[in-house]
């Protein structure tokens, strides 16, 4: 006799964005009921188009114990507030967080999840959200640190067309991206995976310098040449995706960074 199928796990979104939204329909899909919370109702008709069941607000005190949750609230302030809500209670049976590379600050040669948080600032807020949340989500918990996030219409080359001008900073620093799509593929592996690490550096390799895609994007836009700040005089950062490609992402669907670059 073969063993009864797996009752399909409800899946939670607390933040349906762009990345939240993409996760949410590709669970909605493949394995069933999908709540979608966000800040207003604005996006709840294209929810409700790809079968995702949209809500307004916090699911804190609407969680059951075997649903899975994705975090994917934009921001560490936003993050931290709403793991401080959940701590009050057990986690569900499992917590997908989207984090960022910005933990590493400006990396330089080897990266991989075993890699320190840098001393900037904004890393070291990011490292403390990520602590935050394995106390409380603890061995179902998962954290996906993503890189510079991009589709057609969103993205660095989206930033630079309505900027003028790329932000400054080192020509030489690597600029880590995932294609939303991919980003949302692994989450959505992540949150079915039968035995995952804890943490996962959602980028996908090779990476530009800032110098070789801004030069690239201002061809692409017409804009003048960028102009850049001192460079880092360090080694270019490698970044190692291959537990992500392992367990969440064989094959990504958008391998080549120069498609950032799709007006």
Known sequence: MHPPPETPRRLVVYGCGTLGALTAAEYAAAHGACVGYTRTPERHPALRERGVTPAVGSPFGALRPDDRL????PGTAAQRAA???FAAAPPPSRVVLISSTGYYGQPAGAVD??????????????????????A??????????????????RGPLSALRHGGRP?????????????????????CAALVHP????????????????????????????L????????LKLPPAVYDNSRLRRDLLPEPRHPRWQESLLP
């Open 70 to 73: 994705l975090l994917a609230l």
């Open 83 to 85: 793991i401080t809500e």
């Open 113 to 134: 999840e075993d890699t320190p948080p840098g001393p900037e600032a904004r890393s070291r807020e990011i490292a403390e959200t990520e602590l935050l949340f394995r």
């Open 136 to 153: 409380w989500a603890g061995p179902n918990g998962v954290i996906l640190r993503t890189a510079g996030l991009y589709q057609r219409g």
């Open 167 to 187: 932000p400054l900073g080192p020509p030489d620093r690597t600029l880590g991206l995932i294609h939303y799509e991919d980003a949302a593929a692994a989450a």
């Open 195 to 222: 035995a995952p690490d804890s943490v996962y550096l959602a980028v996908i390799p090779p990476c530009p310098s800032r110098r070789d895609f801004y030069l690239a994007a201002c061809v692409v836009l017409d």
């Open 224 to 231: 003048p040449d960028p102009t850049f700040d001192a460079p």
